[in-house]
């Protein structure tokens, strides 16, 4: 049963989030508190708990980095020697060249389970997820839990990490405070995409006819960091309608649109000159890509709303979408994509809390506000101390040049 579908349908037009999900996975919870808003939680009392102790987890490592092989066997040998946990991988993991010809790896490989992106349903399987690499890796991970996210703690073994706020070493003590609940959570919340397409009656017809089209039926998905819709390969501006809870806002001309959440905020929209907003932030961003107006700058409405985004009636070219850069299709006239907040955040674990983690990766990935600090002025009290005394030494040497004479 899709929860979030019935929510869908009976969406009021609220302009506040709808209340996430609080159970991850099959094991893991929000610690109940008492410091609650309606029902709201204080993000900065969000604690990890375990329903019931975490019995599987899903290792996630970057591709094609022949750095990371080394943690990654380290961390699943212990996870199933020490742990006794269940670890998952993805089949082609076990398919790699580097990791079939290490020995120590070779020992644990058989004790490994497996799955296949899109054919496997990891649903209720996962207790927990451990990812090694980049940004990416958390980005892979929320795709393949289309609803409740299992806790991720993200090692950064990647390029930027800005999302991966745990370093390797000494990994075995931070793994076991988290298995024992001694944890703080992100919330991070993830946009539900869905693209309507028109005229299912000439679908149905072109079916009929033996025409099978090239475009997808539908797509639901969710996204953890931004939906981008472009221009693609056409030379012309893109030519977007833009509603808000059914009411036209604008229409964007120029190379496209970012929406994006709070966590998408610091990735692509960023580079497109947006804010940067905290990801415990209720709201939704949206942001142009190199707009034809010197007035459209980005906005960030309310986390409750729906946007509607449509190829404009009159638009010389089609629009392409993208998902956290992932399913690439195309948006024609008469299609739709509609945008809410999704009631399924990915929980992310706190290296220290939620945040000093944020503003540690502002600082050592994105360098922000770093410069060249001003010099101060010197005290003038001590500047004409010094002038005075300057001024006695050279009357002194006055006197003793007239004594010489």
Known sequence: MNVEADCYKLRTRSLNAPSPIQQFGPCGRIMKNSAMVMTIQDPASQRLTWYKPPLTVL????????????????LVKWLIQEKHMVVFVESS?????????????????????????????????????????????????????????????AFHLGSLG??????????????????EGHAALTLRSRLRCIIIR????IKDANENNGMKSRRPNSTNLLVLNEVVIDRGPSPYLSNIDLFLDGRHITSVQGDGLIVSTPTGSTAYAVAAGASMIHPSVPAIMVTPICPHSLSFRPIVVPAGVELKISVSPDSRNTAWVSFDGRNRQELCHGDSLRVTTSIYPVPSICSQDQIADWFDSLAECLHWNVRKKQKHLDDYS?????????NDTLDSIDRVDNLDT
């Open 198 to 201: 028109r005229d299912k009656e």
């Open 162 to 179: 800005f999302l991966t706020p745990f370093e390797f070493d000494n990994f075995q003590d931070q793994v076991t405070n988290v298995l």
């Open 382 to 390: 001590s500047y004409t101390s010094s002038h005075s005394s300057s």
């Open 59 to 74: 290792v996630i490592k970057k591709v094609r980095d022949a750095a990371v092989l080394q943690p990654f066997i380290q």
């Open 93 to 153: 993991v076990l398919e790699e060249p580097l990791l079939k010809g290490h020995g120590a790896f070779l020992s644990i490989r058989d004790k490994l389970m497996s799955f296949k992106e899109g054919k496997d349903d990891l649903t209720d399987k996962i207790d927990f997820i451990a990812c090694l690499g980049g940004d990416g890796t958390l980005l892979y991970a929320s795709s393949l839990f289309q609803q409740s996210v299992p806790p991720v703690m």
